[in-house]
């Protein structure tokens, strides 16, 4: 199966710091990447919804300057999680269309955990 | 009223036994269901996949669809602890459409 890869797998960060969350597609080419935020014993949250060579599209609630996403290349979405706080502390996953397969399938990486003291 | 509703457990059954898993949801619009099984720590990985109401079957899991009652199951039979993780239901209305996930049930098989 398609695989898809997170960067870092866990980080810890002091209050106010940027943590930046890589993304990427290993053996396919993803026009569409998607991130999530997962509390314990909670389902997906889809925070946005990130197309490669535009703008990210935000889900209701999601404050788009303080999750900035970038989408610069077929393989590769990225999050900035900035100035974050404590609040800001979950397991982040990204997800990614495979485009050459019809683009039916999402296929999730391993997550980021994400710890704001 | 949520998108879907999934009871979230825990389950704790046997080695051996039948499982049953099961999502309902709201909106009629949906045509595409997923069942992700999600070990601790881990990202969800992708079970099954039906589109529109029937069955289907893989090794020990099968899906059901049930579009009349917006109701979908997932039975895995001869369950293993291998199995103990949490499962997801998901769906979507279109190909391309956003995902609307449950709550996911924790499942525990006993050795």
């Known amino acids: 199966g398609a695989v898809v890869s997170q960067h870092p797998s866990r980080v810890i960060c002091k209050s106010g710091t940027s943590v930046k969350i890589e993304c990427r597609s290993l053996?396919?080419?993803?026009?569409?990447m998607f991130w999530y935020r997962q509390f314990p014993k909670q389902s997906l949250m889809l925070m946005a919804t990130?197309?490669?060579?535009?703008?990210?599209?935000?889900e209701q609630g999601v404050e788009k300057d303080k999750f900035l996403i970038n989408h610069a290349s077929l393989t590769l979405s990225t999050l900035t999680v900035t100035s974050a706080h404590p609040e800001d502390s979950s397991f982040y996953i990204c997800?990614?269309?495979?485009?050459?397969?019809?683009?039916?399938?999402?296929?999730f990486g391993p997550g980021t955990r994400l710890l704001v003291l | 009223q949520k998108e879907v509703e999934q009871d979230p457990g825990p389950l704790s059954v046997p080695e051996g036994a039948i499982v049953s898993l099961n999502c309902t949801y709201s909106?009629?619009?949906?045509?595409?269901f997923m069942w992700y099984r999600q070990y601790s720590r881990k990202g969800p990985e992708l079970l099954m996949y039906?589109?529109?109401?029937g069955n289907k079957e893989d090794g020990r899991f099968t899906a059901q669809v049930d579009k009349s009652s917006k109701y979908i199951s997932l039975f895995i039979r001869d369950s293993q602890p291998s199995d103990s993780a949490t499962y997801l239901c998901?769906?979507?209305?279109?190909?391309?459409?956003?995902?609307?996930f449950g709550r996911g049930t924790q499942l525990t098989v006993w050795p």
């Open positions: 998901a769906m979507r209305g279109s190909t391309l459409g956003r995902l609307y």
């Open positions: 990130s197309n490669e060579g535009s703008k990210a599209t935000y």
């Open positions: 909106n009629s619009a949906f045509q595409y």
């Open positions: 997800s990614a269309r495979d485009s050459t397969r019809g683009g039916e399938t999402q296929y």
């Open positions: 039906t589109y529109s109401s």
């Open positions: 053996d396919f080419q993803a026009t569409t």
